[in-house]
């Protein structure tokens, strides 16, 4: 390891702010260029692993010797609040916070929601929702739009509330909240109460269901652990805690930096909607690209580990830098070119191993639909401010534009 990297980073906070809205921070690819693996200082004061390569991120997510467990002493988070960890650790975990039986006992429900027929029957509502939201674009006379508003988050918020069970006319309540909690710059004391206040909302909404159950993925959930004798209330709220904040807030920025990035690459744009069979590879390639979660995942070795030609002791932690790991040069030829013919399927966005994203085939669904749906029924759309005055969520946890103005 080069010493003077690792000090240039000593004194920043992770992830590093993106300087520019294509690429990532200067300093990962430094970092990644050195060795794939390098010992940094979090903002916490303690040390960690940095993991920037792609085949040894792949092998850290897919080794059980590398706990989730945020309850265990020495996990990594990137928070130096002590109130903050306490509430962290104090309340039930969520699944992405599991180990072994445990994780595998709160998933194995779940998988059945997900199916890819369960999906595909959710397909024609998808496109309800979609065309309707692009219908109120089309029929207003204010120029230029807000697509944030009016298309990238309305879409996932109003597929989750349903998926859910939850009334979308509380969407601005929890999008609201969410957005604290994800954002760096939010106040330790707004932060947790952003996220107490969260939890509650859901706490409630299962406590309704379980009295007045529906035609929805709680309430299926609920019949199904009765019958098994397992309701667990508290699971139960962490269950569609993380399903709801995680089931909105991330495809809604890919959907708005999915349509920066094809506009500002029109002949890629060209491609696709020249042949809308090629969407599902672009929506691979985005997701590469920009990958909107710096960090794939953090990690606790469990017992001492050699990988990437660094022997990983004990109780140390590990941070996966998926921005960086895909755009590991030696895995992406050329990273920093668009090309949605690249077929990038192997990406990091959405995690690997046991914990890979339980939902990425419903955000792939909602990116093709509305990708396909947007440039055929507005073929003239176009930014209405250069790529360089939007304003991108440099200050959030997981990136994307807090406005996007398009017109027509």
């Known amino acids: 390891m080069t010493k003077s990297v690792a000090g240039e980073l000593a004194g920043l906070e992770l992830p590093v702010e993106r300087g520019c809205p294509f690429a990532p921070p200067a300093a990962y690819e430094r970092l990644r260029e050195q060795a794939p693996i390098n010992k940094v200082r979090l903002v916490s004061g303690a040390e960690g692993w940095w993991v920037s390569g792609h085949e040894e991120g792949r092998a850290i997510l897919a080794d059980r010797r590398f706990s989730s467990d945020r309850r265990k002493d020495g996990f990594p988070f990137f ?16 699944m992405i916070g599991m180990d072994g039986v445990e994780h595998a006992a709160a998933r194995r429900p779940m998988i059945g929601e997900f199916t890819l027929k369960r999906l595909d029957a959710l397909r024609p509502r998808i496109q309800d929702i979609v065309d309707r939201f692009i219908d109120d674009m089309l029929a207003t006379d204010q120029r230029p739009v807000d697509l944030v508003q009016a298309l990238s988050l309305p879409v996932p918020s109003l597929v989750i509330c ?7 006319t509380d969407h601005d309540f929890f999008q609201s909240r969410t957005a604290v909690g994800l954002r760096r710059t939010s106040s330790p004391e707004d932060r947790r109460r952003a996220l107490t206040e969260l939890r509650a909302y859901i706490d409630d909404l299962v406590t309704r269901k379980e009295s007045e159950p529906g035609d929805d993925l709680i309430s299926r959930q609920i019949a199904r652990r009765r019958q098994e004798g ?36 029109p002949e890629q744009l060209a491609l696709i909607t020249a042949d809308p069979g090629k969407t599902p590879m672009a929506v691979e390639e985005l997701l590469r690209y920009f990958t909107i979660t710096d960090l794939v995942t953090s990690r606790l070795a469990t017992e001492d580990v050699r990988i990437g030609g660094v022997s990983i002791k004990a109780g140390e932690g590990v941070i996966v830098s998926g921005l960086s790991a895909n755009w590991d040069p ?16 192997h990406h990091l966005a959405f995690g690997f191993g046991p914990h890979q994203c339980l939902g990425q085939n419903l955000a ?24 360089e005055d939007l304003p991108f969520k440099t200050d959030a946890v997981v990136y994307g534009a807090h406005e996007l103005p398009v017109t027509w």
């Open 162 to 168: 349903e998926l859910l069970g939850a009334p979308y």
């Open 330 to 345: 030696s895995v992406f030829e050329n990273p920093a070119e668009l090309d949605v013919e690249r077929g990038a399927r």
């Open 79 to 94: 928070v130096a609040d002590a109130a903050t960890l306490r509430q962290l650790r104090g309340q039930a975990p969520l």
């Open 230 to 265: 397992a309701l667990d209330h508290a699971g139960l709220v962490s269950m569609a805690f993380l399903l709801l904040t995680a089931g909105h807030e991330t495809t809604a920025n890919m959907i708005s930096l999915g349509v920066i990035g094809l506009l500002n690459h």
């Open 364 to 387: 792939r669904m909602e990116l093709q639909i509305v990708f396909d749906t947007l440039f055929r029924r507005i073929p003239s759309l176009r930014l209405a401010a250069p790529v």
